[in-house]
Nanobody, 121 residues
Framework: QVQLVESGGGSVQAGGSLRLSCAAT????????MGWFRQAPGKEREFVAR????????TYKDSVKDRFTITRDNAKNTVDLQMNLLKPEDTAVYYC??????????????WGQGTQVTVSS
């Protein structure tokens, strides 16, 4: 089992920045890919970004490319999401996720409890 705990959410004005962090505990040796998803009120959860085990291969939702950066530190078992130039439409609960499959496009097996990000105009 893997446990994921997010931190770093909060409220910011449009154009501002936030950095989310996710710490993994438990069977961390089983983790390959890690990622971030978000869910806005009344909407389905959507993919934001993912990173492979080595940290070299990253994938982003089109609307966050060039604004968000995902990084991971395997020594600390953490994955971060640096969010710059935030927009009101980025407002959502952000979830950390982990995959135990070496396939870089596999589904995620574990999820955090979420952290709220609110961007005001």
């Amino acid at each position: 089992q893997v446990q994921l705990v997010e931190s770093g959410g909060g409220s910011v004005q449009a154009g501002g920045s936030l950095r989310l962090s996710c710490a993994a505990t438990g069977d961390t040796d089983s983790i390959y890919g890690m990622g971030w998803f978000r869910q806005a009120p009344g909407k389905e959860r959507e993919f934001v970004a993912r990173v492979n085990w080595s940290g070299v291969l990253t994938t982003y939702k089109d609307s966050v490319k060039d604004r968000f950066t995902i990084t991971r530190d395997n020594a600390k078992n953490t994955v971060d999401l640096q969010m710059n130039l935030l927009k009101p439409e980025d407002t959502a609960v952000y979830y950390c996720a982990a995959s135990t499959s070496p396939d870089s496009e596999s589904a995620f097996d574990y999820w955090g409890q979420g952290t709220q990000v609110t961007v005001s105009s």
